[in-house]
């Protein structure tokens, strides 16, 4: 009933670019906002971006913001982060995450689902 199945993981040197993808069930895109949040080795979870379904509202961590940007495309329920400018320390293994209610706080790190993560790893 909720997939999230995330792609487009790799290796890259700082200063690159990446696009995650996020294929979810129908289930899972309509719910109330999607987003993405990292977790680095031996680090904490910590909540990247977010979007409100509907209203198409983002929010991103201040770590992030101006590098990274989080969109759907609701033809294919897929959840996208553009991820420009990469650092070092955006390093990490990336989840596609959904959340049923209001308020949207995934990007605090807090959500209902979560997928199988991909691998981001920058080089300096």
């Known amino acids: 009933q909720v997939q999230l199945v995330e792609s487009g993981g790799g290796s890259v040197q700082a200063g690159g670019s990446l696009r995650l993808s996020c294929a979810a069930s129908?289930?899972?895109?309509?719910?109330?906002?999607m987003g993405w949040f990292r977790q680095a080795p031996g680090k904490g979870r910590e909540g990247v971006a977010h979007?409100?379904?509907?209203?198409?509202?983002?929010a991103y961590a201040d770590s992030v913001k101006g590098r990274f940007t989080v969109s759907r495309d609701n033809t294919k329920n897929t959840l996208y982060l553009q991820m420009n400018s990469l650092k070092p320390e955006d390093t990490g293994m990336y989840y596609c995450?959904?959340?049923?209610?209001?308020?949207?706080?995934?990007?605090?790190?807090?959500?209902?689902?979560r997928g199988q993560g991909t691998q981001v790893t920058v080089s300096s």
């Open positions: 995450a959904a959340a049923l209610t209001a308020p949207c706080r995934v990007v605090k790190g807090e959500f209902r689902y």
């Open positions: 979007i409100v379904s509907g209203s198409g509202l983002t």
């Open positions: 129908e289930y899972a895109y309509n719910r109330y906002c």
